[in-house]
């Protein structure tokens, strides 16, 4: 498995789990949640 689709995988199970306690099909949701988990990873790389 590359680290690209473990990558990809890893986030959609992240973002499918945290939209269960926020409001599906949101598209702001999932913005923060994008750019919140962009944030952290960005954070723990360097």
Known sequence: MTF???FADHLRV????LRLY?????VL???RILKNYVKTYAGETR
């Open 4 to 6: 690209e689709s473990y």
């Open 14 to 17: 992240r973002w499918q789990r």
């Open 22 to 26: 926020h409001f599906p099909g949101s």
């Open 29 to 31: 949701t999932d913005y």
